[in-house]
């Protein structure tokens, strides 16, 4: 606690010796409790704020437990208004790159409990990776450490032998208040004004711990990132708002699961432009992935920072995996499924929040929703005529029969070649945005093929689509298609969901793209 400030602050330091025995830590995180008979009101994002149901809504005489453990449907709830809704932690989860400020506010009397975490770099995963914020209870976390989203993947592994420390925060916990209760909104306002206040402070200068270093040991790099993609331009293109970070040595992309040491990041300018400063010394790769374009960069040179130094990286390229020319491409090459197409929820498991909400997908139950539309027969996209937003699903689901249980199920791309170069290769380029407990089988032109063209064997934990995101952990594949699968004419690729045991099993896609064999004029 400092002098003056209206608020406390907290951090903890974990450690691993390295004669103790291995350890795996799955979930770090400081829970606030608040009383639920004054904190009523929550608030995550502008867009993102409501009154809250009551914790004892959740229990059996007043709530239905849904699919999953967190996600409960009030049907007598004890303020009229939450009947009908769907309540789940998951729904109010927000991104790293977003997730600065969230809490409370009570009305009688008019104040608010505010978590504030001014910077990421403790956190695991990037800066996309998602966390809970505040959840009914009324309970505000302070997320350190997590797998949400993620999986097996980023739990925190320590081997035998292995010396491992780390400073988790600090975070700042700040309380307000207003004299009157018609301006209690007003202090989500000054919440976010005390969290710029907060960025601005950081590194601080108080922490005691001699792990935590000071603003004056600390590091900075600056450069500017342009992308090469000669079968887009034959100049290079700036890597305009390209998410650019440093994180601990790996392979290319595995910052997405690192979580044992500090991540740095920020987003380039429109011309590529980048700055990271307040960097903790340390060997360091830098990373960084362009929307607009599949794959990951990795600089070729290990950055090592020092005390105070200023290092000037000058232009990078980023040459992203091509073969040749685009031939279709279906989604955009973000990450993310959003922009795919997302239905309405079943009237019976609404959130109020999100209806007409730009986060439509966090609605409860969007999975069941598939067989409502495919009922019979699965979703077939024909290239040049379907309209990715409307007509591709957003996620690959199983489909619920009538007896209960699930059925795999098989998506079409079908698309119109007028000249083949049977000689040539093709390249299928699949990027996932998030997959859980699939298996993804590729098929050209023979939905029976056996072996299928491709498979990428069981994948991922993410448990996204049971948590209402739009995005887990990115999975790019390269799949080559000899030029004697394909026809002239009608061709068709078969996406086969293989394995249907459970509801929630299934993939999003971000991005597909079918190129054509490389052009010696390239």
Known sequence: MLRNSPGFYSYAVFEHLEEWPPFSLPQVRIVFKLRKDKFHYMAVADNRQRFMPLPEDRLLDRGQPLATPEAVLLVNPVEPEFKGEVDDKYQYSSENKDLKVHGWISLNPPVGFWQITPSSEFRSGGPIKQNLTSHVGPYCLAMFLSAHYAGEDLVLKLNPGEPWKKVFGPVFLYLNSVSSEDNAFSLWEDAKDQMLRETQNWPYSFPASEDFPKPDQRGKVCGRLEVQDRYVSYEPIPANGAYIGLAPLGDVGSWQRECKGYQFWTRADEDGNFTIDNIRTGEYN???????????????????????????????????LRNGPTLWEIGIPDRTAAEFYIPDPDP????????????????????????????????????????????????????????????????????????????????????????????????????????PLF???EIGHDNTIARHGIHGLYRLYNIDVAGVELVEGENIIFLTRFRATDPLQGIMYDYIRLECPPTTSS
Do not use: M
């Open 286 to 320: 830098i990373c960084a992935w362009v929307p607009s374009f599949i794959g990951d960069y990795k600089y070729d040179v290990v950055v090592n920072i020092t005390e105070g130094c200023d290092i000037s990286l000058g232009d990078l390229r980023y040459e992203p």
């Open 348 to 451: 019976k498991y609404i959130n109020k929040l999100y209806v007409n909400h730009p986060d439509r997908y966090r609605q409860y139950g969007l999975w069941e929703r598939y067989a409502d539309l495919y009922p019979d027969g699965d979703l077939v996209f024909t290239v040049g005529i379907s309209d990715y937003k409307n007509d591709w699903f957003f996620a690959q689901v199983n489909r619920k029969k009538e007896d209960g249980t699930y059925q795999g199920t098989t998506w079409q791309i079908k698309f119109l070649l007028r000249d083949v170069d049977h000689t040539g290769t093709y390249t299928l380029r699949l990027a996932l945005a998030t997959a859980h407990l699939a298996e993804l089988q590729v098929r050209v032109n023979d939905p029976k093929s056996d072996p």
């Open 455 to 457: 498979t990428t064997g």
